[in-house]
């Protein structure tokens, strides 16, 4: 008798923090760690912006402004920073993506006059240049001019860290006499990809695949459209529909009460790899004994613009391995 394996739909919730931006900036490592394993592990890198490396987004999609007037709290879903090492441990190049207006910012550090120099651009004619330094352990001070403000203003900005994931940053205006204006901007910024949270994408498709009240059809919603599925006992399927055949004839069979459990896993780029094992019993259609099953299994995820699809699976059913 056949054993029932399939996936099923990302609930809603699963899809709330989709983000735009994808960038890719090609360059040789030269034995240095990537930009995905320096968030995990800072210590890694010797880059004084470390901390920044990472994709980061607006906490509770926050940010609270004054350009003349009230004070004005406003929602801003769906911003999006890719904050990355280029080919040098003392610079950073950060996209930001999102809603309009879009840009990015480039800094660099002088190791011997310990100065940060920063350069940005922002829409059309935003471009901002200034100086600025590292103050207590990693929180950075800056003072920018722009284009397209009062001739002789600038800003001050802070970036204070509240933790690895999360940093406070802060924009305060000052006249050409060195005297605040009333005008600011501030925002909380929180990472959004590391392992954790990958941890966590991961671990809400396998919930759903443990979740034996959605049906087929809906079940397809999770699988990238060149996906290769190969289960135990059954030829390669390698398309949407097949497998549709496949998910249905398996839950004529009767009901899998199983857990997916995560065993390891490794980003490479937009591709995520796991091993993992399943553990659960088959309870027969027509009624007959419970059978209880372990397996092991081999994912692969794509991610496109946010969200984790499965791209390959092959479930093996020799003996299980507790490793």
Do not use: C
């Given at each position: 008798m056949?054993?029932?394996?399939?996936?099923s739909?990302?609930?809603?919730?699963f899809?709330?923090?989709?983000?735009?931006?994808?960038?890719?900036?090609?360059?040789?490592?030269?034995?240095?760690?990537?930009?995905?394993?320096?968030?995990?592990s800072?210590?890694?890198s010797?880059?004084?912006?470390?901390?920044f490396?990472?994709e980061?987004?607006l906490?509770?999609d926050?940010?609270?402004?004054?350009?003349g007037?009230?004070?004005d709290?406003i929602?801003?879903?769906?911003h999006?920073?890719?904050s990355?090492?280029?080919?040098?441990e003392?610079?950073?190049?950060?996209?930001i993506?999102?809603?309009?207006?879009?840009?990015?910012?480039?800094?660099?550090?002088?190791?011997?006059?310990?100065?940060?120099?920063?350069?940005?651009?922002?829409?059309?004619?935003?471009?901002?240049?200034?100086?600025?330094?590292?103050y207590?352990?990693?929180?950075?001070?800056?003072?920018i001019?722009?284009?397209?403000?009062?001739?002789?203003?600038?800003?001050?900005?802070?970036?204070?860290?509240?933790?690895d994931?999360?940093?406070?940053?802060?924009?305060?205006?000052?006249?050409?006499?060195?005297?605040?204006?009333?005008?600011?901007?501030?925002?909380?910024?929180?990472?959004?990809?590391?392992?954790?949270?990958?941890?966590?994408k991961?671990?809400?498709v396998?919930?759903?695949?443990?979740?034996?009240?959605?049906?087929?059809?809906?079940?397809?919603?999770?699988?990238?459209?060149?996906?290769?599925?190969?289960?135990?006992?059954?030829?390669?399927?390698?398309n949407?529909?097949d497998?549709?055949?496949y998910?249905?004839?398996?839950?004529?069979?009767?009901?899998?009460?199983?857990?997916?459990?995560?065993?390891?896993?490794?980003?490479?780029?937009?591709?995520?790899?796991?091993?993992?094992?399943?553990?659960?019993?088959?309870?027969?259609?027509?009624?007959?004994?419970?059978?209880p099953?372990q397996?092991?299994?081999?994912?692969?995820?794509?991610?496109?613009?946010?969200?984790?699809?499965?791209?390959?699976?092959?479930?093996?059913?020799?003996?299980?391995?507790?490793?």
């Amino acid at each position: 008798m056949k054993i029932k394996f399939y996936s099923s739909l990302l609930l809603a919730l699963f899809f709330t923090q989709v983000y735009a931006q994808r960038t890719s900036l090609p360059f040789e490592l030269n034995g240095r760690p990537s930009n995905y394993e320096i968030q995990d592990s800072l210590q890694l890198s010797r880059s004084p912006f470390a901390r920044f490396i990472g994709e980061w987004t607006l906490k509770e999609d926050t940010w609270i402004q004054n350009w003349g007037g009230n004070n004005d709290t406003i929602k801003i879903p769906h911003h999006h920073t890719v904050s990355s090492q280029i080919n040098t441990e003392n610079s950073l190049l950060s996209i930001i993506d999102g809603p309009e207006p879009n840009g990015h910012i480039f800094w660099t550090y002088n190791p011997n006059t310990k100065e940060i120099d920063h350069l940005s651009s922002f829409g059309t004619i935003r471009m901002g240049v200034g100086e600025g330094e590292f103050y207590g352990q990693h929180n950075v001070r800056l003072k920018i001019s722009f284009e397209g403000e009062a001739p002789g203003t600038y800003r001050e900005y802070t970036y204070e860290w509240l933790s690895d994931s999360e940093y406070f940053m802060h924009s305060k205006q000052f006249d050409e006499h060195g005297e605040p204006t009333g005008l600011f901007y501030e925002g909380t910024f929180v990472r959004i990809d590391n392992n954790e949270n990958l941890r966590e994408k991961i671990r809400a498709v396998l919930d759903v695949l443990d979740d034996n009240d959605i049906s087929t059809r809906e079940q397809l919603a999770v699988y990238a459209d060149d996906v290769i599925h190969m289960a135990p006992n059954n030829r390669v399927i390698s398309n949407k529909e097949d497998l549709l055949t496949y998910l249905d004839l398996q839950k004529s069979y009767g009901l899998a009460d199983m857990k997916h459990q995560i065993v390891e896993f490794s980003r490479h780029d937009d591709v995520i790899i796991m091993r993992g094992r399943v553990k659960g019993v088959f309870h027969p259609q027509d009624g007959g004994e419970a059978i209880p099953f372990q397996t092991k299994n081999l994912f692969v995820f794509e991610e496109v613009e946010g969200v984790l699809r499965i791209q390959k699976v092959i479930y093996n059913a020799s003996p299980y391995d507790q490793k």
